[in-house]
């Protein structure tokens, strides 16, 4: 009888992420590497006119997205989220979906607002509203596409059974 090397009980455990967890780490990583360029002159205009918050922040992140301490500082939290969400499938998926959610809330906020009001707190202009569209119709297909089956992959995976 021939076992495969993942069904032996000395073979090392498989170390593997699921498709939702890979895509939960790379969007981690790209908006943690955004939250940090929002702060490098160059990569972002005006740094000098970088405020903590609100509509007067002058600094433009590409010379397109307009950002401001505060924004800076929420993409390197969902940055840091990702990464350490991306360790289970479970919280992966519910990093994409939730994220998703809140991007496209922020989408909304962002057109219903004025962007030269003090509600613009974030800031955002419309090239930022397009983004948080695009990044929550990403997220919410890579969280609901990619996150289809991957619970029974990952209790397969952690109890050593392999079919």
Known sequence: MSTSPQSRPDAAPRAGRTPVQLAALAVGAVFLLVGILGFVPGITTDVDQLTFAG???????????????????VHL?????GLLLSRTFVQARLYL??????YAVLGVYGVVIHQESGANFVPVNT????????????MLALGL??????????????????E
């Open 55 to 73: 509509h007067h922040s002058g600094a433009m992140l590409l010379g397109i997205f307009h950002v401001s301490i505060l924004h800076n500082v």
């Open 77 to 81: 939290a969902f940055g840091v989220a």
């Open 97 to 102: 979906l939730v994220s998703a959610v809140i």
């Open 127 to 138: 090239a930022d509203n397009w983004l948080h569209f695009g990044l929550a119709a990403l």
């Open 145 to 162: 596409i990619l996150g289809k089956g991957g619970a029974e992959l990952t209790t397969r995976r952690s109890t050593g059974i392999v």
